[in-house]
């Protein structure tokens, strides 16, 4: 490699050396923690010094190295001399010092650096925060009293288990509070709120995230006259039916209308633009309405789907089911992105030209599948979104669909090399197509997978099927396989090949698909399914998946004819659980 461009990320590139460092810009974009805005700060002296040390490392027997910083002028030019090449280094200060002491300690018992106090104490002391914070005896007292009631504020919560031999062990509540780093006090709230609630409500949901402490560090403004006037409080009364406030809630919210302390107010002020913010009103409108500017609304709402996705890692574990999770899981991220989740599976493609309202376009016009989009005339978009943004979001989606894939089969691939197995069967199932396509269906339906009379057939009518598995009472299943590229089997198409099975008079028909089959396929197959059909969408990679599986010894042969005969419609993964 003779050249890397690169970001102020350099200065964190230990085993990145260079022979010369240019840097051409000093500036960087950095996020304000308070407004959430980004905007151009200066890099620091130790950045500086950081990106500079690349080249001429010792280490690396280097003789010689050189740094190079770009100034436009003799004024900027001696600036940078005077700052960056003769400036002093900022102070170093120590973080554990600031982040309350139960929580490092529930960093080290999850992160396994200690399972003791002593130990605790030893690495705590071992620090940086040790050395200029905890040096005298008196201050070490203090903080090994603070480190050891802190492990049992740990274990009263439930966060850490003591064995019987002593030793700390982080409970799968305690992982998730420190991965997701959050503060105890969240955690309680979160808690609380999660053993007491049923079922799932978005207004409930939001108004529980908003007392989590780590939102009363972000600006998020609330003037005197909002608060006297308690105009939220009157909105929220008018239309308790249109948010679906749940009653309890709204009794401890409207009939304390007027004699809500101001951060009550300001938490309602949060859940009303939070709610503005998924049904998709724009910005305009929230700033106008709320008197809030959109940089501190896009803020605190990825706060709150930080909180959230807390929420949904909790839940689980705490006695709720998927549906509860999923459901948390989709507020968390039409939060994050400020949109319905009826277009959720566009804004996750994360095109960096499509902003929130084209987003909202794009759903107002009806575009709010992947399919879809891919389905229109370029010309159709016209008035919605820009052309050239129709044909980058286009060629996102269909990448997308290449990288889900190829992310299958790599996965599927190690699998099977781990068991020492073959995988050109597996490659052949993603890349082959046409009569390829077929005669690999026809060698993968061998052997362990399949012991059954599996035939291709080589002379067909249009839409026949292309093989047919014999069964042992003589019934017939019957298997037509499509491939497209870089766009999931529409409806139609999966209909022909249905349809074309019917002089084998089979008792079941599958039509295996790759990449995938189109959302409208997915939904009448469903409803089809309902008249009693037997017939099922076999996406590629869920047929890989069964081979795997049984090479793995979690499926059999039998368990394979069984889904093949038994499930019906659109196939997924859970169709492959016992």
């Not at 460092?21 to 002296?45: M, Q």
């Not at 005077?82 to 280094?89: A, D, K, L, M, S």
């Not at 309680?188 to 995230?209: E, G, K, P």
């Not at 998927?322 to 804004?347: D, Q």
Request: charged share 25%; net charge negative; hydrophobic share 40%.
């Amino acid at each position: 490699i003779k050249v890397i461009c690169s970001t102020s990320t350099l200065a964190m590139g230990v085993n990145l050396p260079a022979k010369s460092v240019i840097i051409a810009h000093v500036d960087k974009w950095d996020r304000d923690e308070r407004t959430g805005e980004f905007s151009l700060v200066p890099i620091t002296v130790a950045e500086y010094r950081n990106m500079s040390g690349r080249s001429g490392r010792y280490r690396f027997a280097d003789q010689f190295g050189r740094s190079i910083i770009l100034a436009k002028d003799q004024f900027t030019f001696d600036k940078y001399r005077v700052g960056y090449v003769g400036g002093t280094v900022d102070s170093i200060h120590s973080t554990l010092g600031k982040q309350p002491i139960v929580r490092q300690v529930l960093d080290i018992i999850v992160s396994k650096l200690g399972q003791n106090d002593k130990e605790i104490i030893d690495f705590m002391m071992g620090t940086f925060a040790g050395f200029r914070m905890w040096s005298t005896q008196d201050a070490k007292d203090a903080i090994s009293s603070m480190i050891r009631e802190s492990i049992q504020k740990c274990i009263d919560l439930d966060l850490v288990m003591c064995t019987e031999n002593g030793a700390l062990i982080a409970s799968e509540l305690g992982k998730v509070c420190a991965s997701k780093k959050i503060s105890l006090d969240t955690f309680v709230v979160l808690r609380d709120w999660l053993q007491s609630d049923l079922s799932f409500n978005t207004f409930d949901a939001i108004y529980h995230a908003s007392h989590a402490s780590e939102l009363s560090r972000i600006s998020f403004t609330m003037s005197t006259p909002e608060f006297r006037n308690d105009v939220y409080t009157q909105f929220l009364s008018k239309n308790l039916e249109e948010l679906n406030v749940p009653a309890e809630l709204a009794g401890k919210l409207v009939t304390n209308q007027g004699r809500l302390g101001y951060e009550e107010t300001k938490r309602l002020k949060i859940i009303l633009v939070a709610e503005a913010m998924i049904e998709g009103i724009v910005y305009r409108e929230i700033e106008k309405s709320y008197h809030v500017r959109a940089g501190m609304v896009n803020n605190m709402c990825e706060h709150l789907a930080w909180i959230l996705d807390t929420a949904e890692a909790l839940a689980p574990l705490l006695g709720h089911d998927s549906s509860y999770v999923e459901s948390l899981h989709i507020l968390s991220e039409e939060l994050r992105y400020g949109i319905p989740c009826e277009i959720l599976s566009i804004a996750r493609l994360r095109v960096p030209i499509l902003n929130r309202s084209q987003l909202m376009q794009l759903l107002k016009n009806g575009y709010d599948t992947q399919d879809k989009i891919l389905d229109a005339d370029l010309a159709k978009f016209q008035g919605v979104i820009s052309r050239k943004m129709a044909i980058t979001l286009r060629e996102r989606i269909q990448q997308s669909i290449v990288d889900s894939l190829d992310r299958c089969k790599r996965e599927q691939q190690i699998r099977l090399q781990q068991l020492g197995v073959d995988t050109a069967i597996i490659t052949a199932l993603y890349e082959q197509t046409g009569v390829a396509l077929e005669v690999t269906l026809s060698d993968l339906f061998s052997p362990p997978f399949c012991s059954l009379p599996f035939e291709r057939i080589t002379k067909q009518r249009e839409g026949e099927p292309d093989n047919l598995l014999h069964l042992p009472d003589g019934n017939l299943i019957a298997f037509s396989v499509t491939a497209r590229e870089n766009q999931n089997i529409s409806m139609k198409k999966a209909g022909e090949l249905i349809a074309g099975a019917a002089r084998f008079k089979p008792i079941a028909r599958v039509v295996v698909g790759r990449p995938d089959f189109h959302e409208l396929a997915i939904r009448n197959a469903h409803e089809i399914v309902g008249d009693g059909t037997n017939f099922k969408l076999l996406p590629i990679y869920l047929l890989a998946e069964m081979y795997v599986r049984l090479r793995e010894g979690t499926l059999n042969a039998d368990d394979i004819i069984r889904i093949l005969k038994e499930k019906t419609g659109y196939l997924d993964f859970d169709a492959l659980d016992k």
